[in-house]
């Protein structure tokens, strides 16, 4: 009876790890959006200093989300879902019950699911980076944001990390190191989205492959 490829583990785990680091990239930016950047920051101008607001009034969340739920669902769905998946269709190898069409309807189901999660995490690349990209460049009025008083930010729309890009332009007082530090976070999750497509893209391919071999040999034991 068929086994499991090498192929198909390995690229499993390498699946589960990155996703693991998806979420915990965006945890991470959730955070310290949280618990720190919403306490501001003080800027220094003129000779005197100002308290901005550590997040503007419109701060998109979107494209976290997305990323959130792509990385989740390749971990769970895809991830533990497969491990399960597979032990089951190796468990009904040889059981023609009502347990055993049950097992291989779960593995079969997970199958036709890698294609939906696949074209989620596309979804989700494209979707960050073109959000990001389309607001890349932007400044803050240091004019405007000195008279705010410590409100948040009110002109245009953010991303995290073009906010924060921003904010990094100014004359920070002491938390330019932090701030720079979480930067490469929020860069961190956009970017890695790339390397997890890659590896989501040819774990989709190695489950459909060994999913039509394992079908292929299923009928030839079924016919000796």
Do not use: C
Request: aromatic fraction near 12%; charged fraction near 15%; proline fraction near 3%.
């Amino acid at each position: 009876m068929w086994r499991t490829s090498l192929a198909l583990k390995a690229t499993l785990g390498l699946l589960m790890v990155d996703s693991i680091i998806e979420l915990s990239f965006v945890s991470s930016m959730v955070a310290w959006l949280h618990r720190t950047a919403s306490k501001g920051f003080t800027v220094n101008q003129d000779g005197s200093s100002y308290l901005l607001a550590g997040k503007p009034l419109d701060l998109m969340g979107d494209q976290g989300h997305t990323s959130n739920g792509a990385a989740g669902t390749a971990f769970v769905l895809i991830g533990l879902g497969g491990i399960v998946s597979l032990y089951l269709r190796y468990w009904a190898r040889s059981r023609v019950d009502g347990l055993g069409n049950f097992a291989r309807f779960l593995y079969n189901l997970w199958v036709g699911l890698n294609i939906p999660a696949l074209l989620l995490t596309i979804g989700a690349l494209a979707y960050v980076f073109a959000v990001t990209n389309a607001h890349e460049g932007q400044t803050i009025d240091t004019s405007l944001a000195a008279s705010l008083n410590g409100s948040p930010y009110p002109e245009q729309a953010w991303t995290p990390q073009n906010w924060f890009s921003a904010v990094l332009q100014l004359d920070i007082v002491d938390a330019r190191s932090d701030i720079e530090s979480h930067l490469r976070v929020m860069r961190g999750w956009q970017y890695n989205l790339i390397p997890m497509f890659i590896i989501q893209l040819g774990f989709t391919g190695l489950v459909l492959w060994d999913f039509a071999t394992w079908r292929k040999q299923s009928h030839v034991s079924a016919e000796k």
